[in-house]
């Protein structure tokens, strides 16, 4: 399994920024898919992630802000974030909670994507 995220990069506070993230593999499902972000000298926290039946739940932080969303296929997640700020800054990684095709007890297993660095400057 494969988590391909992609988007990120530098934008002035007040701006917008589009993260993706692609899972692949020999999946059988996808329970959920989210983003979650360090920041430098931070524990990793949840940021807004999707379930499988569409729920959404989102940091308090970036309520109002941020929209989590999916493609039709539901192996891509997308984190549209709006109105950022220098607080935003942080490596953002990607999650998937997968059930393997080869996982006869269908076990969530999760996967991680290499972190994608967002910078919001002041």
């Known amino acids: 399994v494969q988590l391909q995220a992609s988007g990120g990069g530098l934008v002035q506070g007040g701006g917008s920024l589009r993260l993706s993230c692609a899972v692949s593999?020999?999946?059988?499902?996808?329970?959920?898919m989210g983003w979650y972000r360090q920041a430098q000298g931070k524990q990793r926290e949840l940021v807004a992630d999707i379930t499988s039946g569409g729920s959404t739940n989102y940091a308090d932080s970036v309520k109002g802000r941020f929209t989590i969303s999916r493609d039709s296929a539901k192996t891509t997640v997308v984190l549209q974030m709006n109105r950022l700020e220098p607080e935003d800054t942080a490596v953002y990684y990607c999650?998937?909670?997968?059930?393997?095709?080869?996982?006869?007890?269908?076990?969530?297993?999760?996967?991680w994507g290499k972190g994608t660095q967002v910078t919001v400057s002041g």
């Open positions: 999650k998937a909670i997968v059930v393997l095709s080869t996982d006869f007890f269908l076990n969530g297993i999760n996967y």
């Open positions: 593999g020999s999946i059988f499902s996808i329970r959920s």
